[in-house]
């Protein structure tokens, strides 16, 4: 344990540990605001993953604010609303340290069950009303559409996100799972900040047009789930790591036909991750921060040890070839299962 009680990070070039405020910025976008350069994913605190420890959360939320993370993400949908509220808590007296995000559009109702998605104009102004509530604060600094609705065109919902920024009730606006021409057509109607999208070692979907469209049009990306839900970190093994209301249970890619192939790709992580002295955590942050200046990675955790852990990440410096090597070693050609179940991919937007 380093001084302060907590787990120390991996050693940067001087071999010190990372001390308060220290973590490196990015900017969002070409004209976006400057952001750490990992942000903290705040979903697991409520919802999704089993486990949940409302303290231990704040702790971690303000455990990552004294060591320079300014970057932090929910959404509505996250705990019906609780993770909006225990985020709202966390950061009160603290909110100028804080580049907050969050999103709207999957709703839900009060027992958590799906409702579907919702980009209807009224919604987006009354979904923005709710959060600011919840969150205890006046204004979103980004405020994501997190699916694309199907029956609403985009420049529809766009045209109100815009209206909540000259209301001075957002600051910037952005997109999640939006497909290349979705985000063309949301740039014409207001500028869009980021794009955020899953990515990392095992989904590399966007590499083909999503990142390549946002480059052409300035917009920043933020990968969520960059560590493959925990899986890229080696330490689930089996179904049995896993608590019954886990969701990663139902998640294709941890069901025990996918689970034995999926488990040989992370060994390739872990034997190059040993060989550099890291993490497999570390190493697969790694790398996906060496996909670009433009990439702000939004790995989640809800325990101080594993955020600290994480951090550590902006120290390994990959090469080129390093970089490279990993990537091979870990082909997504190889990987078994969908991301999502087959109802949630039905949600992904695939406009062409």
Request: charged content about 30%; hydrophobic content about 35%.
């Amino acid at each position: 344990m380093g001084p302060s009680g907590h787990r120390p990070l991996a050693a940067d070039r001087t071999g010190s540990e990372r001390e308060r405020g220290s973590v490196r910025m990015r900017r969002l976008g070409k004209d976006g605001p400057e952001v750490s350069a990992l942000g903290l994913g705040c979903m697991g605190m409520s919802d999704f993953y089993a486990g949940q420890d409302d303290e231990e959360s704040i702790r971690t939320i303000e455990r990552a604010l004294e060591l320079g993370v300014t970057f932090l993400d929910t959404a509505d949908m996250y705990g019906v609303g609780r993770n909006e509220e225990l985020v709202g808590r966390a950061i009160r007296g603290h909110r100028h340290d804080v580049f907050l995000a969050t999103k709207f559009g999957n709703v839900r109702g009060p027992k958590g069950e799906h409702l579907g998605v919702n980009g209807r104009p009224e919604y987006v102004r009354e979904a923005c009303d709710t959060s600011l509530r919840r969150l205890g604060v006046d204004h979103i600094d980004l405020y994501y559409q997190h699916r694309v609705d199907p029956e609403v065109p985009i420049e529809d919902t766009v045209g109100a996100m815009s209206d909540l920024v000259r209301q001075g009730k957002v600051r910037y606006l952005g997109l999640s799972e939006a497909a290349p021409e979705t985000i063309r057509r949301a740039v014409r109607v207001h500028p869009i900040a980021a794009l955020q999208t899953e990515y990392s070692l095992w989904t590399r979907h966007v590499e083909e047009e999503i990142l390549p469209t946002c480059r052409e049009l300035g917009v920043g990306f933020v990968p969520y789930s960059p560590l493959g839900r925990g899986f890229l970190t080696g330490r689930i093994r089996s179904q049995q790591d896993l608590l019954e209301n886990d969701y990663r249970r139902v998640s294709p890619r941890f069901l025990e036909q996918n689970l034995a192939q999926n488990l040989a790709l992370v060994a390739r992580v872990e034997e190059i991750a040993r060989e550099r002295g890291v993490t497999p955590a570390q190493l697969a942050l790694a790398w996906v921060l060496r996909q670009g200046d433009d990439i702000v990675p939004i790995p989640g955790t809800k325990r101080r040890a594993y955020l600290e852990e994480n951090l550590g990440a902006i120290d390994v410096e990959l090469t080129p070839q390093e970089a490279g090597r990993i990537g091979d070693a870990f082909s997504p050609a190889d990987v078994s299962g969908e991301r999502y179940p087959e109802g949630a991919m039905r949600a992904i937007d695939r406009t062409r």
